[in-house]
């Protein structure tokens, strides 16, 4: 299976998906934090 490029399966990278939906409080700066995380990762899309 594939997602945009990328290869999902056995024998593979894991491939990262980052949720936030209500995890931020309506705050901005915490929402741009969690997405710095998610960035730091290493994987990009």
């Given at each position: 299976?594939?997602?945009d490029?990328?290869?999902?399966?056995?024998?593979?990278?894991?491939?990262?998906?980052?949720?936030?939906?209500?995890?931020?409080?309506?705050?901005?700066?915490?929402?741009?934090?969690?997405?710095?995380?998610?960035a730091?990762?290493?994987?990009k899309?």
């Amino acid at each position: 299976m594939y997602i945009d490029n990328h290869l999902i399966g056995q024998n593979t990278a894991p491939f990262i998906i980052a949720e936030m939906s209500g995890k931020h409080n309506q705050s901005l700066e915490r929402a741009l934090e969690i997405v710095e995380a998610a960035a730091q990762t290493g994987r990009k899309c």
